[in-house]
């Protein structure tokens, strides 16, 4: 039997597990990613042309390290390669002001990104929705809300960040199999990992599971409970002219009720004829697997009269195309990276909850170094598995 050996093995090559290949590469050891289909795909959770990265992350300030070294990776894999996929255009969070509401599990979401923006330096504006008016006429807040402008924020280009940070992970020597499909891990006696796939079997030092939405696939049945697979549906809509142009307008989210969905983001246009917009959801799905891939009409029309009414200026209210999505939700909105209890080579990364994407560089970076034993700033120690009551 022909058996692959590597230092490190990388299981699932999207956002989470292209960074880590990256930097791993960057050590001269025998590096390895693994993935089931050719990433990057339309089938986890990265993809749709665009992911709001933000500094002042109201989820939590000790994510703030993470984000900020990511918006330095990305800098610097747009010089590497040439290619643009950070667009640092501003951002606005809205709030209605009618009733509180939380966000990824914070209550209080609005003013917790204010204080944190405050605590880390981060320069940013608070106006109210007449400020808005003359420099955003695309929304139309209440006038009871109130909005926080952060200039650093913007968008990462999502599929080029997983295609770009593969390419310079194969650059500087790691191999990546697709259409690879690990089936599952061992112990080897002595330390080590054997991975069992359809294509055959690897052997590597340790391993970095990074498989999003498959992640209870690879978790002892005890931890499966604390992830919740979530299906997401995007919808691009038709501007008139002259509206959420890339230059002039921000991206943003908007937290207009007391309930997780009463919610909506977007971005400018890309294309000058249309803009992509949705809401979340937190209704747990069987299986990434099993999920309702197609848009029913009813969604649509639900998100036309549920979410869009009343609220923007320079839409025509109809929907172009949708796409889905998958969210690994934990109850707290956190992330899990970390080793697993009874089998230390493997380091299991769900860095989801909605809100992921923007830290993944700095995240791939720092599981990096956790693996490598190299000694880092970045930390995944807030990260750790749930203490669970047998
Ligand atoms: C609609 C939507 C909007 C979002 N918006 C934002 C945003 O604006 N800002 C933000 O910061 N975050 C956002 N997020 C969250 C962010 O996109 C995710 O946190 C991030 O993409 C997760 O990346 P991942 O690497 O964990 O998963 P994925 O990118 O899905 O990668 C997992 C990979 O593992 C592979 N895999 C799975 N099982 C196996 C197996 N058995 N063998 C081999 N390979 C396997 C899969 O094929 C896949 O390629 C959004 C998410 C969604 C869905």
């Known amino acids: 039997m022909n058996i692959t050996t590597v230092d490190i093995a990388v299981i699932g090559l999207g956002a989470v597990g292209a960074a880590t290949l990256y930097q791993l590469s960057k050590h001269g050891k025998k590096i390895l990613g693994v993935d089931q289909f050719a990433p990057p795909h339309e089938l986890g959770s990265t993809h749709g042309e ?10 939590g300030f000790d994510f703030i390290p993470l984000v900020q070294r990511s918006h330095e990776i990305w800098q610097e894999i747009q010089q590497a390669t040439d290619e643009k996929l950070f667009y640092q255009i501003g951002g606005i969070l809205m709030d209605s002001g009618n009733q509180a509401w939380a966000k990824h599990g914070s209550e209080g979401f609005f003013e917790r990104t204010v204080n944190f923006a405050r605590r880390a330096d981060i320069p940013y504006e608070v106006f109210d929705n007449k400020e808005l008016k003359k420099r955003f006429r ?59 796939t359809n294509q055959g079997v690897i052997e590597a030092g340790q391993v970095s599971i990074s498989v999003g939405a498959w992640v209870k696939d ?159 700033m970045l930390s995944i120690k807030a990260f750790h598995w749930p203490s669970i009551d047998f």
């Open 50 to 59: 665009t992911r709001i990265s933000r500094l002042a992350v109201g989820e």
């Open 138 to 196: 695309e929304f139309n807040l209440e006038d009871t809300g109130q909005v926080y402008f952060e200039p650093s924020a913007g968008y990462v280009v999502p599929e080029l960040a997983v295609a770009s940070q593969l390419s310079l992970a194969t650059k500087q020597g790691a191999a990546i199999k697709t259409h690879t499909k690990v089936l599952g891990l061992k112990p080897i006696s002595g330390g080590g990992v054997i991975i069992e």
């Open 218 to 376: 690879f978790v002892p049945a005890f931890y499966r409970s604390h992830f919740k697979i979530c299906r997401q549906v995007l919808h691009w809509l038709p501007i008139k002219p002259g509206y959420f142009k890339n230059t002039t307008c921000p991206v943003y989210m908007w937290g207009f009720g007391p309930n997780a969905e009463d919610f909506i983001y977007g971005f400018p246009s890309l294309d000058g004829v249309s803009v992509k917009m949705a809401s979340e959801s937190f209704i747990a799905s069987h299986h990434a697997d099993t999920i309702q891939r197609s848009v029913s009409e009813e969604e649509k029309e639900n998100f036309l009269s549920k979410k869009l009414t009343g609220k923007f200026n320079g839409i025509d209210p109809s929907i172009l195309r949708s796409k889905t999505c998958l969210y690994t939700v934990t109850p707290d909105s956190n992330f899990v990276v970390d080793r697993l209890p009874d089998f230390p080579e493997v380091l299991v990364s769900s860095a989801c909850s909605g809100h992921g994407f923007k830290h993944s560089a700095g995240l791939g970076e720092a599981i990096a170094n956790n693996l490598l034993g190299i000694d880092s």
